[in-house]
């Protein structure tokens, strides 16, 4: 069995030039709840013959 971690980010605030590359960067957030990820209670068996298929209905 596996666990199964969901995550999903976005940018947040202002963008803002690196002043390493100089190239045009933002600040991004993980915005899914722990459930989902870090404590994530979701698991998968993972087979070679099995379909390998888990549905999930993430709503808020």
Same mark, same amino acid.
């Given at each position: *069995?596996?666990?199964?971690?969901? $995550?999903? *980010? +976005? &940018?947040?605030?202002?963008?803002?030039?690196?002043?390493?590359?100089? %190239? @045009? #960067? +933002?600040? +991004? #957030?993980?915005? %899914?709840?722990?459930?989902?990820? =870090?404590?994530? $209670? /979701? =698991?998968? #068996?993972?087979? @070679?013959?099995?379909?390998?298929? %888990?549905? %999930? &209905? /993430? +709503? #808020?």
């Amino acid at each position: *069995m596996y666990r199964v971690e969901i $995550k999903a *980010m +976005r &940018d947040v605030g202002e963008p803002y030039i690196d002043p390493e590359s100089g %190239l @045009e #960067e +933002r600040n +991004r #957030e993980q915005y %899914l709840p722990d459930q989902y990820n =870090t404590q994530s $209670k /979701i =698991t998968i #068996e993972i087979t @070679e013959s099995g379909e390998n298929f %888990l549905p %999930l &209905d /993430i +709503r #808020e």
